[in-house]
């Protein structure tokens, strides 16, 4: 078998695109399949019915912005995004470091904090980012500052680091906030990029391009560099084929699945925590075509510690719709309190607002509207949102699915064994809306469904010394299959507690510098 390209990479998130980028700089052949469309600020969903959904059951029907999955077994929706950039496309734009005591157990020896601060600047230099301006700091940002500081606790306090171009003249007090106040200018991969005008749209698209997004610099530069970029490619099955593998896939073209393949010597799985950990399960267990995976393919999987509060300020504006989505955090991850989290204001598009009391059937609007409709409405709505290191002890796998062709993806995870850390953060949370003068609220999807959310999950093809603890070695290669690699979410063998977009980054940067 002759290889078509040096590398295949599947998914374009923060593993893929930084992998992606790397190797195409090193005069590699580089492929690179996206389940998702290519969006841009002119076809972002905003209304009711545009493509908003992806169905992962039938892709070829409904390939929108988002997949929502809903695992009944586990009493969790996981939420991803799905086009060309991956997650960062709803991401709300924060790229922290952890801190050094994240890496302290858990991983393999090779991968410290040291020797990945090299990776968390140059993902930093990629992304561009830096904190929100202080002559521009959102209602939510002082929100979270007074309560800071009334629970003294401003010791703790700091600006996120938020991949977003702003321009320092913008005007915060001249509202409303029109987009012909954003400056357009060239990044550095030659593409037109605004600054940001606080439209609140960070996690359902920028319309100025203010946020800087992968598909504006880490694919941008590979693309440039050579690498071919598939949208609406759906990664079926990988098979090994010396001198290298097959990756099989659905293309999505005109409301149809057309199945195709391509071969190179070698394979970067990076569709997130979920969909990497699915397709080795497949491919081991359902097609039988990458034999020698671990036994703890699935295991360890963490929501890494996702919870929203939304709270009420019946006599106080807080613009949810205005501003980047996060701006400021308070920091518990040194386990102060017992428990390790981070708390941080979050955001709600003005659309999703309305939505949630206007636009939706009555039924909708009883559970999802709760939150916005009190005292005022959604403009003095304060939606607290936290990451915490919850119990990684789910456990991705396949089971057979009623009137199904394919076995179904089943997680099994045990909410109880993480109750004291959401009880910990669920309790600051009121603790810092009643200093404040607010009213807390319990999430509408527990109090009604019992449902956890988890926005960036971790975990299932872990990173272990050999196969007996882990999928993938520090280098992101699978033991077992030589030059077939994981490189995302999915590798990150704990919940970290903050956001974990940056640490993805940089181990992908330190992944690519280290193959040939």
Not at 186 to 196: F, K, R, S
Not at 401 to 410: M, Q
Not at 502 to 512: G, H, K, S
Request: charged letters at 20%; a neutral charge; aromatic letters at 8%.
């Amino acid at each position: 078998m002759s290889n078509n390209f040096d590398v295949i990479v599947i998914g374009s998130g923060y593993g893929g695109a930084v992998t992606a980028c790397r190797l195409a700089e090193k005069g590699l052949r580089v492929l690179i399949l996206e389940r998702g469309r290519r969006w841009t600020a002119q076809t972002f969903p905003r209304r009711l019915f545009d493509p908003w959904r992806y169905d992962r059951d039938n892709p070829e029907k409904s390939n929108g912005w988002l997949d929502l999955n809903l695992i009944s077994d586990a009493n969790m929706t996981v939420v991803s995004g799905a086009g060309v950039g991956g997650g960062s496309l709803l991401s709300a734009n924060v790229s922290t470091i952890p801190p050094a005591h994240v890496f302290a157990a858990g991983w393999p020896p090779e991968i410290t904090y040291e020797e990945l601060l090299p990776y968390f600047t140059q993902v930093g230099h990629m992304l561009r980012v830096r904190t929100i301006p202080e002559n521009q700091l959102t209602r939510r940002s002082q929100l979270v500052s007074e309560a800071a500081e009334k629970m003294g606790f401003s010791s703790r306090l700091r600006p996120l680091e938020l991949a977003v171009s702003f321009d320092e003249s913008f005007d915060v007090n001249a509202r409303p906030y029109r987009d012909e106040q954003s400056v357009y200018q060239l990044n550095p991969q030659g593409l037109t990029q605004g600054t940001c005008v606080h439209s609140g749209n960070c996690m359902i698209g920028c319309q100025v391009n203010a946020k800087n997004t992968l598909d504006l610099n880490y694919l941008a530069s590979a693309q440039q560099n050579g690498a071919e970029i598939r949208p609406l490619h759906l990664v079926r099955q990988i098979k090994a084929e010396s001198p290298g593998y097959q990756v099989f896939y659905d293309e999505i073209r005109d409301g149809r699945l057309i199945a195709g393949s391509e071969t190179a010597e070698r394979v970067i799985v990076a569709a997130g925590s979920l969909g990497s950990t699915e397709l080795l399960l497949r491919s081991r267990d359902e097609h039988k075509t990458l034999p020698n995976v671990s036994p703890t393919l699935g295991q360890r999987w963490s929501a890494n510690g996702n919870y929203f509060t939304p709270a009420v300020y019946p006599n106080r504006p807080i613009s949810p719709s205005e501003g980047p989505t996060s701006t400021y955090q308070i920091d518990f991850t040194d386990g102060m309190l017992g428990q390790r989290f981070s708390i941080e204001d979050g955001g709600m598009p003005e659309v999703i607002a309305q939505w949630a009391t206007e636009g939706m059937p009555q039924v909708y609007q009883d559970v999802l509207g709760e939150a916005v409709r009190l005292d005022g409405g959604p403009d003095h709505v304060m939606p607290w949102f936290s990451n915490g290191v919850n119990s990684a002890n789910g456990q991705l796998s396949l089971k057979p699915a009623w009137l199904r062709k394919r076995w179904k993806l089943n997680l099994k995870w045990d909410m109880e064994k993480s109750k004291h850390l959401f009880d910990e953060i669920a309790n600051m949370h009121l603790k810092l809306t009643g200093s404040t003068g607010g009213q807390s609220t319990i999430t509408p999807v527990l109090k009604y469904f019992n449902l956890l959310i988890a926005l960036q999950p971790l975990g299932g093809c872990n990173m272990g010394q050999s196969a007996s603890d882990g999928v993938v070695d520090h280098r992101g290669e699978v033991f077992g299959h030589k030059n077939l690699y994981v490189v995302d979410g999915a590798i990150v063998p704990e919940a970290i507690g903050i956001h974990p977009s940056r640490t993805i980054a940089a181990l992908a940067e330190r992944i690519a510098s280290l193959m040939t």
